[in-house]
């Protein structure tokens, strides 16, 4: 089950899909806590481009939760770093889980047959590559670019190189879904 939280930028109430927990180091730094397992005081936060951009205009809104003076410098390249690497993980457990198509044709074809939920996009993949797929795809699966070419995208699912990856909607890509969602918030 979902526990409701608030966020502390705009104070409204969340999901634990929605938000993610932000605790203080004791050198008074923010980290992001993606897991929500970290010890100590958390906040909560909307992973949305308006509650971070407000939250770093008002750092002060962390010291109450965290009982703490905190510094929000660099926050937005942390959290997009944290979602950057669980995306990561997220990425290798749908592997190992069958949860990932590669290979143009095969994706091609799982789009049209409705079986891709999400496109995980390298970085250096070509805009027809792309619009092709996107012809093949219905309108509501994302297709998210992460920081990785065709090489590394590829190697991190223990294949040649990729220019997109389907993700399917078994419940083993959850967690990559989950973070890819996050990444098109911010973007
Ligand atoms: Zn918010």
């Given amino acids: 089950m979902a526990r409701e939280r608030t966020c502390v930028a705009c104070r409204q109430k969340g ?7 932000l605790v203080a180091s004791p050198s008074g730094d923010v980290v992001v806590d993606l897991r929500g397992r970290l010890p100590g005081r958390g906040a909560w936060l909307h992973v949305t481009n308006d509650c971070l951009s407000r939250l770093t205009k008002r750092p002060d809104s ?8 905190v510094s929000s410098d660099g926050l937005r390249e942390q959290v997009m770093d944290a979602i950057g690497r669980a995306a990561m993980d997220g990425l290798s457990l749908a592997s190992a889980a069958g949860a990932l198509v590669g290979g143009h044709d ?9 079986r891709i939920a ?3 996009v390298a970085e250096d993949a070509s805009d027809r590559t792309i619009a092709s797929l996107k012809e093949a795809a219905d309108p509501d699966v994302s297709f998210v670019v992460l920081p990785l070419d065709r ?9 040649g ?3 997109a990856l389907g993700v399917t909607s078994s ?3 959850s967690h990559l879904r989950q973070q890819l969602r996050r990444l098109r918030q911010l973007r």
């Avoid at 095969?106 to 409705?114: D, F, G, V």
Wanted: aromatic share 0%; net charge positive; proline share 7%.
């Fill in 171 to 173: 419940r083993s890509a």
């Fill in 106 to 114: 095969a994706l091609e074809r799982e789009l049209t047959c409705h």
């Fill in 151 to 159: 090489d590394a995208l590829g190697h991190n699912v223990g294949r």
């Fill in 62 to 69: 962390l010291r109450r939760p965290l009982r703490a003076p």
């Fill in 161 to 163: 190189p990729r220019a």
């Fill in 118 to 120: 999400a496109v995980v």
């Fill in 15 to 21: 999901d634990d899909d929605s938000l993610i927990r």
